[in-house]
């Protein structure tokens, strides 16, 4: 027999509409329109001005995907996500040296969150005085010690200035990991240290076998946010290269902000996003279907 709803469930769920519908209209208005409407763009030749006439269907993401500058830039995203690993351990033995105590933490700690607090503009400021080759200090340190011959302009030569650019996003990256991993030592019971003491297990052994394995989950999470981070850079790269010498350090967003707003070609630029968007979604499933396998394994 069907059950009716009362008078007292029918207001309970009307409530329950009515609280969740300003989140389902934001959705809708802030995200499912415009990616509606970034479809749509991308399958005509546009330039951003008038209405969408000239329908070319899928030749512009055959002309994104054949473009030797958007694999260039899809290798040098890839690049700078796989370098900006390196942030992961650093903030991780940072995080350590906090947990196990040192003179000043708390300025310690401080300092070390400092550079993830500074917004990511200035951050390309700072750095790109830092690698002027006139009045910067890394050039001026190499020519003081007698290395002088190292000495070049970091960000305008192709061979140098993703690394560059690199550096600067793992300084930036670091603090941000090193404070998750803290605050997740900080909450990891006493009596797991405590009973392998007692056990006898040495510094290392402690390390290895109860610390790295309680991180775990967390070097999970910081790998995935390192991924999807790196997908999303665009500020830093703009303000630091705009993605030159000559497309040297072009990653996605710096490729998608050119193609539409510089050579006008929003049907291009935006068939690029779309692309970028769906390696974002591929990640996010395959990390799902590996949570997903790696949940099922261990209650089995």
Not at 21 to 42: E, G, K, M
Not at 209 to 222: D, H, N, Q, S
Request: aromatic share 14%; proline share 5%; with cysteine.
């Amino acid at each position: 027999m069907k059950h009716r709803m009362t008078v007292k469930e029918k207001k309970e769920m009307m409530t329950a509409f009515l609280l969740i519908a300003p989140t389902i209209i934001a959705f809708i208005i802030f995200l499912y329109i415009p990616f509606v409407s970034a479809l749509q763009t991308s399958l005509y030749k546009y330039n951003g001005l008038g209405d969408l006439t000239d329908f070319v269907g899928f030749k512009n993401y055959m002309k994104v995907l054949a473009d030797p500058r958007f694999l260039r830039s899809l290798k040098n995203t890839l690049y700078l996500i796989l370098i900006s690993f390196c942030a992961v351990p650093i903030g991780f033995v940072f995080a350590y040296i906090l947990y196990i105590g040192v003179p000043g933490k708390k300025i310690f700690n401080t300092g070390l969150f400092i550079p993830y607090l500074i917004s990511m503009v200035v951050v390309g400021c700072i750095w790109r005085i830092i690698y002027d080759p006139t009045i910067g200090p890394v050039d001026q340190f190499l020519n003081m010690i007698g290395l002088g011959k190292y000495a070049t302009a970091w960000l305008s030569r192709p061979e140098t200035a993703l690394g560059a650019v690199s550096i600067t996003w793992i300084w930036r990256s670091a603090p941000f990991n090193m404070l998750i991993m803290y605050a997740n030592l900080s909450k990891m019971p006493e009596d797991f240290l405590e009973a392998a003491k007692v056990d006898g297990a040495n510094l290392w052994q402690k390390f290895f076998y109860i610390i790295i394995p309680y991180l775990k989950p967390t070097f999970g999470v910081l790998a995935m946010l390192t991924v999807t981070n790196g997908l999303r850079l665009f500020d830093l790269i703009w303000v630091m290269t705009q993605g030159g010498p000559g497309g040297a350090s072009d990653v996605m967003t710096s490729y998608i902000y050119t193609k539409a707003f510089t050579n006008r070609d929003f049907g291009a630029g935006t068939a690029a996003s779309v692309i970028l968007m769906l390696i974002m979604v591929l990640i996010m499933a395959v990390k799902t279907l590996y949570q997903k396998a790696t949940a099922g394994r261990n209650k089995s």
